[in-house]
């Protein structure tokens, strides 16, 4: 879903977008307008039916939506009153997460709103039951938390986990079982791997499939999830095959765990 498709379905047309940069001032904006009375508006200005979409910048490529407004007089020269224009996009003031396929720039007209794709949804404050992403080593995800991490596309830790491939080691928490995989695939991210174990329980590896047919998807909530070492996504295959090897001899896994090769 991209932000051109969102406009659509407001049956907005006419709209700039205003892609504000990271740690905008909070003395400059809240989540429901300007703190100012008049803005200073260098393009695309328009009285009256053009909708400004405002959004914060998070990094380079990423932002969040804030709010519309509309300019409804010009004060002096470049300078503009406004007022809130409201949407149901409003409901997601900093919860809706853009990504650009392009660098950082503030002023984008329709033909760049395509540009802006949805990467996450953010559930309000107070829902999430997942820990902010730290660092690596601190990982340590149940499957519920890993469920919830995927599903609403977190973006702390989809920005580290697309990023990298991994050796990982998944815990079934009822048995003291543990299996050792790892994301190597050229195409592939950590993020990636561990979607297919949010979506399937299983992630396709024999044993945790005969665990899944036995047993039924609750026996999974007591399955742990955690990063063993991490790699650029540039790492050739046979050297982080050759460090799930490693792994899987220090710990035993085929001898005693989940791995069957």
Avoid at 232 to 256: A, D
Wanted: hydrophobic share 30%; net charge negative; charged share 25%.
């Amino acid at each position: 879903m991209t932000l051109e498709q969102l406009m659509k379905m407001e049956n907005i047309d006419d709209y700039y977008i205003w892609w504000y940069g990271v740690n905008v001032d909070s003395d400059y904006m809240s989540d429901v307008g300007y703190k100012n009375e008049t803005l200073s508006v260098d393009k695309g200005a328009k009285i009256g039916s053009r909708i400004y979409v405002v959004l914060s910048g998070i990094d380079g490529s990423r932002s969040r939506y804030k709010f519309m407004v509309k300019l409804t007089e010009c004060v002096e020269g470049k300078s503009y009153k406004w007022e809130r224009y409201y949407s149901s996009l409003d409901q997601y003031c900093n919860r809706l997460i853009f990504k650009c396929s392009r660098k950082f720039s503030f002023y984008n007209s329709p033909s760049t709103s395509r540009d802006f794709t949805v990467e996450a949804i953010i559930p309000p404050e107070g829902e999430r039951t997942v820990d902010q992403f730290i660092d690596y080593e601190s990982v340590e995800l149940t499957f519920p938390q890993l469920q919830e991490t995927i599903s609403n596309g977190y973006v702390d830790y989809y920005e580290h986990l697309s990023c990298v491939k991994a050796v990982y080691m998944i815990i079934d928490g009822n048995t003291g079982k543990q299996y050792i995989g790892s994301a190597y695939d050229q195409t592939d991210s950590l993020w990636a791997r561990w979607k297919n174990y949010a979506n399937t329980y299983h992630g396709n590896n024999q044993q945790l499939i005969e665990l899944y047919n036995d047993n039924g998807p609750e026996y999974f909530n007591k399955f742990k999830y955690i990063i063993l070492h991490i790699f650029p996504k540039k790492t050739p295959v046979n050297e982080i095959v050759e460090s799930e090897s490693k792994y899987k001899r220090r710990y035993l896994t085929r001898e005693f765990g989940l791995n069957s090769n």
